[in-house]
């Protein structure tokens, strides 16, 4: 018994160094600031000719805790090209061994095109696993041919932050027919093997640790290793291409997807020729045309074959006045040029993220589509996809960023208009009354510019409670409070909103016996202050900056006598600036003045925990408080 019992336990082991799924067989410092491991990820990809290629993907996978299962990955997405041969899944405890195997048959497929989608072909795979304990290791793979080949799969062999990494593996052959272009980008940090010859792309990653995530920490974009690779000669939904560099890529694309959609119904021409007649000034015509696409037409997706990346013609959009981003760009665009005007179709990576365009390597790139209009030194962007975002104003989803502008000539990285500092301001001011039990009113008007008008401009088309909502949410730092109206003055011309808003609330104050303990900074309250770190690791961003002035005339009660007022406050730093100061304007009249100024930019770790003390000092400062005597 003892002998067989001694080769059972031989036969386990071996199983378990086969798959080396075990918990056990993972270094100790792979598990260190991890949320999960990664114990192989291997791409192999075969390319025979410009249209026809096989790739597939393995990927092992162990989750240590429920925060790393946003790495599974469980996704195979396919199409009418696209077609999955193989796929598979098995799921392991944290001995290693199977508790589930998903064939499939029991894989989930579902649409991978969302509700504003008019028609598309894309779909995915998906299984779902439900753990009851932690850890556990997903294994997972499938392999898919493709005729396109203008998106090659990428190496990024690391995931993101809290994953490690024990083996990651990249294999692509190419046809010695094909010409082709890589290019490596954050390998300095990293040991990587690279076995890639004429006509093979191989590259090896093999224990990386997790870095852990630290506040205010760039995109783990910025940081992570990644491979690209791109053919000269490539196939797209039935379309072939050619490209070595973005001037081709672009004149490849102007010829390809956009050449001959822009003719517009001659009746579409007279009736714009009309609704210009009178207006000499350019710039004015260019916002009567975007005007006319915002009100007579509506987004609609359209991710069906080729359609994914050319736009629908414009005649076809102006007949059924809807169209996605590229359909309403390329619209905007030909009505543009029926008017003498001319503009550009341009290809953008999309997102509050900003991803640029990689300058030096031209590749099918983007996910966006916008419209620029040269305007001498000024260029005009145009977001041609909202009824509601005013003329020349594109928010955080694509400011300042490498973009790809479409030319008859050729491909032009533009970069776009950025909302920086200042230019992203908010000013309130204002009376407020305390009573003598501690209750306030006020009378507030907001005004914001740039990106603060994008964040509260949403509020103007809300409902009376969801209106409450939003200001009882924003104002979070008072109980209780109260809404007793608000009016807008919505200026898009100027891209500037002001709020006329009346508040009231209880029990402000903080009573002390007979006295009461009184905070002049009731709606600015800055709470942030960023984490400790006894040894930070990266950067810090502050991502664009911003201008807050505040000047509040707080009248008190006649019962109370102010006690001793603060200093005024000035602080200087290389991230911004902050003043503060409260002056007695008369014997129960306070003036309340505050502005702050926030820099945008990448700071070196160093300068991380003078960053944060400046932070410390606002909110402290932020937070003062008077007393008053009855």
Same mark, same amino acid.
């Given at each position: 018994?003892?002998?067989?019992?001694?080769?059972?336990?031989?036969?386990?082991?071996?199983?378990?160094?086969?798959?080396?799924?075990?918990?056990?067989?993972?270094?100790?410092?792979?598990?260190?600031?991890?949320?999960?491991?990664?114990?192989?990820?291997?791409?192999?990809?075969?390319?025979?000719?410009?249209?026809?290629?096989?790739?597939?993907?393995?990927?092992?996978?162990?989750?240590?805790?429920?925060?790393?299962?946003?790495?599974?990955?469980?996704?195979?997405?396919?199409?009418?090209?696209?077609?999955?041969?193989?796929?598979?899944?098995?799921?392991?405890?944290?001995?290693?061994?199977?508790?589930?195997?998903?064939?499939?048959?029991?894989?989930?497929?579902?649409?991978?095109?969302?509700?504003?989608?008019?028609?598309?072909?894309?779909?995915?795979?998906?299984?779902?696993?439900?753990?009851?304990?932690?850890?556990?290791?997903?294994?997972?793979?499938?392999?898919?041919?493709?005729?396109?080949?203008?998106?090659?799969?990428?190496?990024?062999?690391?995931? *993101?932050?809290?994953?490690?990494?024990?083996? #990651?593996?990249? =294999?692509? +052959?190419?046809?010695?027919? @094909?010409?082709? &272009?890589? $290019?490596?980008?954050?390998?300095?940090?990293?040991?990587?093997?690279?076995?890639?010859?004429?006509?093979?792309?191989?590259?090896?990653?093999?224990?990386?640790?997790?870095?852990?995530?630290?506040?205010?920490?760039?995109?783990?974009?910025?940081?992570?290793?990644?491979?690209?690779?791109?053919?000269?000669?490539?196939?797209?939904?039935?379309? *072939?291409?050619?490209?070595?560099?973005?001037? #081709?890529?672009? =004149?490849? +694309?102007?010829?390809?997807? @956009?050449?001959? &959609?822009? $003719?517009?119904?001659?009746?579409?021409?007279?009736?714009?020729?009309?609704?210009?007649?009178?207006?000499?000034?350019?710039?004015?015509?260019?916002?009567?045309?975007?005007?006319?696409?915002?009100?007579?037409?509506?987004?609609?997706?359209?991710?069906?074959?080729?359609?994914?990346?050319?736009?629908?013609?414009?005649?076809?959009?102006?007949?059924?006045?809807?169209?996605?981003?590229?359909?309403?760009?390329?619209?905007?665009?030909?009505?543009?040029?029926?008017?003498?005007?001319?503009?550009?179709?341009?290809?953008?990576?999309?997102?509050?993220?900003?991803?640029?365009?990689?300058?030096?390597?031209?590749?099918?790139?983007?996910?966006?589509?916008?419209?620029?209009?040269?305007?001498?030194?000024?260029?005009?962007?145009?977001?041609?996809?909202?009824?509601?975002?005013?003329?020349?104003?594109?928010?955080?989803?694509?400011?300042?960023?490498?973009?790809?502008?479409?030319?008859?000539?050729?491909?032009?990285?533009?970069?776009?208009?950025?909302?920086?500092?200042?230019?992203?301001?908010?000013?309130?001011?204002?009376?407020?009354?305390?009573?003598?039990?501690?209750?306030?009113?006020?009378?507030?008007?907001?005004?914001?510019?740039?990106?603060?008008?994008?964040?509260?401009?949403?509020?103007?088309?809300?409902?009376?409670?969801?209106?409450?909502?939003?200001?009882?949410?924003?104002?979070?730092?008072?109980?209780?409070?109260?809404?007793?109206?608000?009016?807008?003055?919505?200026?898009?011309?100027?891209?500037?909103?002001?709020?006329?808003?009346?508040?009231?609330?209880?029990?402000?104050?903080?009573?002390?016996?007979?006295?009461?303990?009184?905070?002049?900074?009731?709606?600015?309250?800055?709470?942030?202050?960023?984490?400790?770190?006894?040894?930070?690791?990266?950067?810090?961003?502050?991502?664009?900056?911003?201008?807050?002035?505040?000047?509040?005339?707080?009248?008190?009660?006649?019962?109370?006598?102010?006690?001793?007022?603060?200093?005024?406050?000035?602080?200087?730093?290389?991230?911004?600036?902050?003043?503060?100061?409260?002056?007695?304007?008369?014997?129960?009249?306070?003036?309340?003045?505050?502005?702050?100024?926030?820099?945008?930019?990448?700071?070196?770790?160093?300068k991380y925990d003078d960053y944060r003390n400046f932070r410390k000092k606002v909110k402290k400062y932020d937070n003062i408080k008077i007393v008053?005597?009855?």
């Open positions: 018994m003892r002998f067989f019992l001694l080769l059972s336990l031989i036969f386990t082991t071996v199983l378990s160094a086969q798959t080396n799924y075990s918990i056990l067989s993972i270094n100790d410092s792979l598990k260190e600031n991890a949320n999960a491991v990664v114990r192989l990820d291997e791409t192999i990809v075969e390319i025979t000719a410009k249209n026809k290629m096989e790739v597939t993907n393995h990927r092992v996978i162990t989750i240590l805790k429920k925060a790393g299962e946003s790495s599974i990955n469980p996704y195979a997405f396919y199409s009418s090209k696209t077609k999955i041969t193989d796929i598979l899944a098995h799921v392991y405890n944290e001995q290693g061994e199977e508790i589930e195997k998903i064939k499939r048959k029991d894989f989930i497929d579902i649409s991978a095109v969302d509700g504003g989608t008019l028609y598309g072909d894309s779909r995915v795979k998906v299984f779902r696993y439900t753990p009851t304990s932690y850890p556990y290791t997903v294994d997972f793979s499938y392999t898919y041919t493709t005729p396109n080949t203008a998106f090659l799969p990428r190496w990024m062999p690391i995931d *993101d932050y809290m994953v490690s990494v024990e083996k #990651s593996v990249f =294999n692509m +052959q190419i046809a010695e027919s @094909l010409k082709w &272009r890589k $290019k490596e980008k954050n390998f300095d940090n990293y040991v990587i093997i690279n076995r890639s010859s004429e006509s093979l792309v191989s590259y090896e990653m093999n224990q990386i640790p997790a870095q852990k995530r630290e506040a205010l920490s760039p995109s783990f974009y910025y940081y992570e290793p990644q491979l690209m690779v791109a053919l000269e000669e490539f196939h797209l939904e039935g379309v *072939d291409g050619f490209a070595t560099d973005w001037e #081709s890529m672009g =004149n490849w +694309q102007y010829n390809s997807l @956009l050449s001959n &959609r822009d $003719k517009l119904p001659e009746s579409t021409v007279s009736l714009m020729k009309e609704k210009l007649t009178g207006i000499t000034d350019r710039e004015e015509k260019i916002k009567k045309v975007y005007e006319y696409v915002q009100n007579n037409t509506r987004y609609i997706s359209v991710q069906l074959g080729i359609g994914g990346w050319q736009p629908i013609s414009a005649e076809e959009v102006d007949r059924v006045k809807y169209g996605d981003c590229k359909g309403l760009t390329n619209y905007t665009k030909a009505l543009l040029k029926s008017q003498g005007i001319e503009s550009f179709y341009s290809v953008v990576h999309a997102g509050q993220t900003k991803l640029d365009m990689e300058k030096d390597f031209a590749i099918m790139q983007g996910n966006h589509v916008i419209l620029n209009v040269p305007n001498e030194e000024n260029d005009i962007w145009l977001e041609c996809t909202s009824q509601k975002i005013p003329f020349g104003f594109l928010s955080d989803f694509t400011d300042d960023r490498d973009v790809l502008v479409v030319t008859p000539e050729g491909g032009k990285i533009k970069h776009t208009q950025s909302y920086l500092n200042d230019e992203n301001s908010q000013i309130t001011t204002g009376d407020l009354v305390l009573d003598n039990v501690g209750d306030i009113k006020a009378n507030l008007e907001i005004k914001t510019y740039g990106l603060q008008y994008d964040k509260h401009s949403q509020v103007v088309t809300m409902s009376g409670k969801d209106q409450n909502d939003y200001y009882t949410e924003y104002w979070n730092n008072i109980n209780a409070l109260e809404l007793e109206g608000v009016v807008f003055d919505h200026d898009k011309k100027n891209v500037y909103l002001s709020e006329k808003i009346k508040v009231s609330a209880q029990s402000y104050v903080t009573k002390i016996g007979d006295n009461l303990l009184f905070k002049p900074n009731a709606f600015n309250v800055s709470k942030y202050v960023p984490s400790r770190y006894t040894d930070r690791k990266l950067s810090f961003e502050i991502d664009r900056g911003y201008t807050d002035s505040d000047e509040i005339s707080i009248k008190l009660p006649v019962d109370f006598k102010l006690g001793k007022l603060p200093d005024p406050v000035v602080i200087t730093s290389e991230f911004g600036n902050y003043e503060m100061a409260i002056q007695l304007i008369d014997k129960n009249r306070l003036k309340y003045t505050r502005k702050i100024q926030l820099k945008n930019g990448l700071y070196d770790k160093s008053l005597n009855r």
